[in-house]
């Protein structure tokens, strides 16, 4: 099983501010790689598949890079509403895992 | 514009079995990748199974044996039996679509799973 590990556990930013979440997966999953944002009380929405492509409809301030084994999210500027927990997830080989998940919090 | 609602969740008891479903709207089960993905309360998310287009099935380690992925393409529905029911299946489950590849592009609501006596 492809294990995930996500950093940090938890953060709390400054509106306006950069975010940077990583991924680590325990062996190479190529671009397979996608991360999700969750809000409380919410279902999770897909925010970048394989690694760097944007879903549909989301800010251009999400953005994802990374390939092999290590694997970034970007909020270039956080606004208020991106208060959320953000996970990663593999599809490389099954079981397909999800990374523990990063919240980020408003200061 | 692509719509999933889950249904059939409750409480039940340890041993028992239930049925979830899941209606697609705007899009067909029959062409989609569809999953169940569940979360315990407090916690992360967790894969649970898949099927696909060519109506292969996949399980995780933790349902195999006691979880079954189906689809009723005349209703275009989803569903998930499970039986032998355990505390740790407790999660609100989730379904979810994707056309072309094995990510989880539409979600549904949820619907909350409770197993205790």
């Known amino acids: 099983e492809i294990v995930l590990t996500q950093s940090p556990d938890f953060q709390s930013v400054t509106p306006k501010q950069k975010v940077t979440i990583t991924c680590r997966a325990s062996?190479?999953?190529?671009?397979?790689l996608h991360w999700y944002q969750q809000k409380p009380d919410q279902s999770p929405k897909v925010l970048i598949k394989?690694?760097?492509q944007s879903f549909s409809g989301v800010p251009s301030r999400f953005s994802g890079s990374g390939s092999g084994t290590d694997f970034t999210l970007t909020i270039s500027s956080l606004e208020p509403e991106d208060a959320a927990t953000y996970y990663c997830?593999?599809?490389?080989?099954?079981?397909?895992?999800f990374g523990p998940g990063t919240k980020v919090d408003i200061k | 514009e692509v719509q999933l609602m889950e249904t059939g969740g409750g409480l039940i008891q340890p041993g028992g079995s239930l049925r979830l479903s899941c209606a697609v709207s705007?899009?067909?089960?029959?062409?989609?990748?569809m999953s169940w993905v569940r979360q315990a309360p407090g916690k992360g998310l967790e894969w649970v199974s898949f099927?696909?287009?060519?109506?292969?099935?996949y399980y995780a380690d933790s349902v195999k044996g006691r979880f079954t992925i189906s689809r009723d393409n005349s209703k275009n529905t989803l569903y998930l039996q499970m039986n032998s029911l355990r505390a740790e299946d407790t999660a609100v489950y989730y379904c979810?679509?994707?056309?072309?590849?094995?990510?989880?592009?539409?979600w549904g609501q949820g619907t909350l799973v409770i197993v205790s006596s």
């Open positions: 979810a679509s994707s056309f072309k590849n094995p990510t989880f592009d539409y």
């Open positions: 705007g899009s067909t089960v029959s062409n989609n990748y």
């Open positions: 099927i696909y287009s060519v109506g292969s099935t």
């Open positions: 062996q190479n999953i190529h671009s397979n």
């Open positions: 394989y690694a760097s």
């Open positions: 997830h593999q599809s490389s080989s099954l079981p397909f895992t």
